[in-house]
């Protein structure tokens, strides 16, 4: 019976804390896209004895927290990188695992997409899927797509050289076909090849687990974005965490090369 009460009281504290925290968080600044390196799984699987997967398995629950925190903040766009071009060279096993989660998770997750109006999207060399990974996740893209509260793009056999080359392409294609003269190849016409060109450029970046690099993610994009690393392993990772980054965020002078007091006078 203690013990229940203990648990109870722990949970109100730690929602308590939530609700300070997130009170902290300054609504009219919020970033608009959020981009998220989800990493640690594998070290928290080993951390308890278990085989990767595990870690994999729990990570599930982090994504769920993270992409209902910040659709109920007002966050408008979150990318998760799920997989990389990279991770096809993990032992096979971890792969297949991989797979498998990816399938079931998008599967089981629709209900609560369109239950918190989130449209699933996606980035990434998506033709280097399984057609049975394809074809679940077109069919969570088509049910979400009249979803409107907040886009959530996963990376799926992504990787930002790839991306970039990918649009290089495009644009070459154009060129050849005499559409484009070179004259008209700038930066906004490079975004706008890339593969989700609505998709704005993430002003906040996290890392978790501890490890200080972005790993082929979103390279065009993140030019100027804000990094927050956290020393989190993903399964680990709560609405608390999002929170902290965020405000961390928000502390931040965005200087976009400009001196400190040029971006005082403009605010002032
Ligand atoms: C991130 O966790 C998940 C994927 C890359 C798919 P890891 O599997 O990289 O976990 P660590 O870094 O080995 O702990
Ligand atoms: C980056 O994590 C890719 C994903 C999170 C999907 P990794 O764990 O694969 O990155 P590296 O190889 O350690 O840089
Ligand atoms: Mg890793």
């Known amino acids: 019976m203690a013990l229940v009460v203990n648990l109870k009281s722990l949970n109100l504290s730690e929602m308590m804390e939530n609700k300070n925290l997130i009170d902290t968080i300054d609504k009219t600044k919020l970033p608009k896209h959020i981009a998220i390196i989800m990493d640690g799984n594998g070290r928290w699987a080993q951390q308890r004895g278990e085989q990767r997967v595990f870690g994999h398995n729990n990570g599930v629950q982090s994504v769920r927290e993270t992409a209902e925190a910040a659709a109920e903040l007002g966050i408008k766009f979150i990318t998760l990188y799920a997989f990389s071009t990279e991770n096809w060279n993990r032992p096979q096993d971890e792969v297949d695992a991989l797979m498998q989660l990816l399938v079931v998770t998008i599967n089981s997750e629709i209900k609560t997409l369109n239950d918190n109006n989130i449209r699933l999207r ?147």
């Open 122 to 268: 996606a980035i990434g060399n998506l033709k280097g899927l399984s057609p049975q990974v394809r074809a679940e996740l077109e069919e969570a893209m088509g049910e979400t797509a009249e979803n409107t509260r907040m886009d959530l793009f996963l990376a799926l056999n992504y990787s930002g050289r790839w991306e970039i080359t990918d649009a290089m392409k495009k644009i070459a294609e154009q060129v050849k076909s005499g559409n484009l003269t070179l004259d008209q190849i700038n930066e906004k016409l490079i975004s706008e090849s890339m593969n989700a060109p609505d998709l704005p450029d993430p002003e906040l970046l996290i890392r978790t687990s501890g490890e200080y690099r972005t790993s082929n993610f979103l390279m065009w994009q993140t030019a100027y974005t804000e990094l927050f690393f956290s020393p989190k392993l993903w399964p680990d990772f709560r609405k608390e965490d999002l929170y902290e980054a965020i405000i961390d965020f928000q502390h931040r002078e965005r200087r976009f090369g400009k001196t400190s007091e040029q971006i005082i006078n403009c605010k002032g």
